[in-house]
C-alpha cells in the first residue's frame, strides 16, 4: 500500500504525469516551489524574485538583491517523501542553490512475486544544483543567467543533465512600483533516461508585481502565466499584506496544483536580520503540504566606511576669466566614496567646505548672466554598483535647482568607471550610472529629458591613477556639466 501512495504522490506533485509514465518528461520535480513565501504567493513570484529564491524562478532578479541571503527549507511530505532546499544570494549578482527531493524507499514487487519477498527496495531521489548570476544593465533593467546541473534516479537508473536558465526584469519606469518579469528555464539538450531520450520540461514564464503601500506598510500583487512544453497555459496570483512591519499575509493561486483547488496561504515573520515563512498548500484527497523556511540577511553590497584622511586636492580649479573662455562657477568632487566625509568647493570664493555625506550642501551662486560660465558636479560610485544613495540626491537636487532657474539651459550628463574588470562591462556601468542620476532627474525633480544629454565613457577618461584604491574610487562618478551662455 505504502507503494502505491507513493508513485501517487509522485504524480500530484509534478502535476502531470511522471517520468516513469510513457511519453512523460523526466526531471518533473524542478516544477516544485520551495520557499515558503513563494508557496504562499501560489508560485507567482517571477517579479518578484529579488532574493535568494531567485534562481528557481528568474536569475535576474540575483541583480536586485541588497544585502547577502541565505535561506534554508525542510519539507516533510507523506508517507516519508522529503524535500531539502537551500539557497544564497550576494549583493554582487551571484547566487547558487541546492534542492534534493527523497521519496523514501519501498519494497520491490513483480508480476510473479507481489509481495516483494526477498527483492529488498528502492527507491527514487531528485537533484538539482544551480550556480547564477545577474546584472543590472540600467536602473531599470537586469538579466540573469543560472547553470544547474540536474540528476533524476529511479531504482539503479540515473539520468543526469547540465541545463540553463535566462531571465529579465524590468521595473517600469512611467508606474512606481510595478515591475515584469520573464524567464525561460531548463534549457539543454535531451537526456538518456531508462532506455530512451528524453526532452528537459521546458518551461517559459512572464509575471507582473505591483508593490503599494498602504499605511505606510508595502502591499503586494503578483501574477504569473507559465507554458510548459508539454501543457497550456497555467495561471498563478499572489497577495502579500502587511498590516504592521514585522508580519506579512499570504494568500495565492497556483493553477500547476491538480491535487486541489489550487489555493494556498501562508505568513512571514521578520525579526531584526531573521525572517521565518509558513506556507500551507492542500493536496486534495492525500492531505496538506506544509512548509517551514528561514531565511537570514547580512551585511551590505556597499563599501563599509574607512578611517577619514586628507581630503584631495579639488580636480577642478578656478579658471581664468576671458571673454572666449567660460568660468567655473562651482565646482565639487569628493572624497573616495569608502570615506564618510565630503569635499565641496566653491571656486568664486575659494571657500572648502568638508562635510558628511548627507550634510546639508552649501547653496550654489547664481550663475552670471554677462559671460559664459560651467558648472560641474562629480557624483561617486561603488564598485559594481550605479544606484544613487540617498546622500547623493541632495548633490542631484543642486543640478535640478539650476536647470529649474534657467530652463534654456541643458546639462550633460556623463558616466565613467575605473579600469576594474572587462571594458565592456565598464561601458556599461559607466552608461548605467549616467541613467541613474538622468532618472533621478526626471523623476523626482520633473527635469525634461530633452534637455539632459547621456554618454557613458568606460574607463576611458579616469581623472585620477587606476593603481590605488583612492584613484579607482574617484574614477568611479557620473559628471553633470552645464554649460551656460553668455
Request: glycine residues 10%.
Amino acid at each position: 500500500m505504502r507503494g502505491a501512495w507513493l508513485w501517487i504522490l509522485v504524480l500530484l506533485l509534478s502535476g502531470r504525469s511522471f517520468a516513469a509514465s510513457a511519453g512523460g518528461e523526466p526531471f518533473d520535480f524542478l516544477f516544485l516551489d520551495a520557499n515558503a513565501r513563494p508557496v504562499a504567493l501560489g508560485g507567482a513570484y517571477t517579479a518578484l524574485a529579488a532574493d535568494a529564491n531567485a534562481l528557481l524562478y528568474n536569475p535576474a532578479g540575483l541583480a536586485q538583491v541588497a544585502r547577502h541571503e541565505a535561506t534554508f527549507m525542510h519539507n516533510q511530505y507523506l508517507q516519508g517523501i522529503s524535500q531539502e532546499y537551500a539557497a544564497f544570494a550576494s549583493p554582487y549578482g551571484w547566487g547558487a542553490n541546492l534542492n534534493f527531493l527523497s521519496f523514501g524507499n519501498v519494497t520491490k514487487t513483480t508480476m510473479s512475486n507481489p509481495d516483494g519477498s526477498g527483492l529488498g527496495q528502492t527507491g527514487l531521489t531528485d537533484l538539482a544544483a544551480t550556480l547564477g548570476y545577474g546584472l543590472a544593465l540600467t536602473r531599470s533593467l537586469s538579466l540573469g543567467l543560472g547553470v544547474k546541473y540536474i540528476r533524476e534516479t529511479i531504482d539503479n537508473t540515473v539520468g543526469s543533465v547540465w541545463a540553463a536558465d535566462v531571465g529579465a526584469l524590468y521595473a517600469v519606469p512611467l508606474l512606481d512600483g510595478l515591475t515584469l518579469g520573464a524567464a525561460l528555464q531548463n534549457v539543454g539538450p535531451t537526456v538518456r533516461f531508462q532506455g530512451a531520450y528524453e526532452n528537459l520540461p521546458l518551461n517559459a514564464r512572464a509575471g507582473a508585481a505591483y508593490a503599494f503601500k498602504i499605511n505606510g506598510q508595502e502591499q503586494i500583487l503578483s501574477v504569473d502565466m507559465s507554458k510548459e512544453r508539454s501543457q497550456g497555459l497555467i495561471p498563478f496570483a499572489g497577495v502579500e499584506i502587511r498590516l504592521l512591519a514585522p508580519l506579512a499575509m499570504r494568500v495565492g493561486y497556483n493553477g500547476r496544483n491538480d491535487a486541489g483547488i489550487g489555493v494556498t496561504a501562508g505568513f512571514g515573520v521578520q525579526w531584526e536580520d531573521w525572517s521565518i515563512d509558513y506556507a500551507f498548500a492542500p493536496m486534495g484527497d492525500t492531505g496538506d503540504a506544509h512548509r517551514i523556511s528561514a531565511t537570514l540577511r547580512w551585511g551590505s553590497g556597499r563599501a563599509k566606511p574607512q578611517p577619514v584622511q586628507a581630503a584631495p586636492t579639488p580636480v577642478i580649479s578656478t579658471v581664468t576669466a576671458a571673454s572666449e573662455q567660460p568660468q567655473v562657477v562651482a565646482a565639487s568632487t569628493a572624497v573616495p566614496t569608502a570615506l564618510a566625509i565630503r569635499v565641496t568647493t566653491d571656486t568664486l570664493t575659494g571657500r572648502r567646505i568638508i562635510e558628511s555625506p548627507c550634510a546639508v550642501l552649501p547653496e550654489l551662486p547664481a550663475p552670471p548672466t554677462d559671460k559664459p560660465a560651467r558648472l560641474l558636479l562629480r557624483i561617486p560610485f561603488t564598485p559594481d554598483q550605479s544606484d544613487i544613495s540617498a546622500c547623493d540626491q541632495a548633490e542631484i537636487r543642486r543640478v535640478a535647482d539650476l536647470l529649474q532657474a534657467s530652463p534654456q539651459v541643458k546639462a550633460a550628463i556623463e558616466g565613467h568607471a575605473d579600469n576594474s574588470g572587462l571594458e565592456w562591462w565598464n561601458q556599461i556601468l559607466s552608461q548605467s550610472r549616467a541613467d541613474s542620476v538622468r532618472n533621478a532627474l526626471v523623476q523626482n525633480f520633473a527635469i525634461a529629458p530633452s534637455r539632459l544629454k547621456l554618454s557613458g565613457f568606460g574607463s576611458t577618461r579616469p581623472i585620477d591613477t587606476n593603481e590605488t584604491v583612492e584613484g579607482r574610487a574617484k574614477n568611479r562618478r557620473v559628471e553633470v556639466v552645464i554649460e551656460y551662455g553668455p
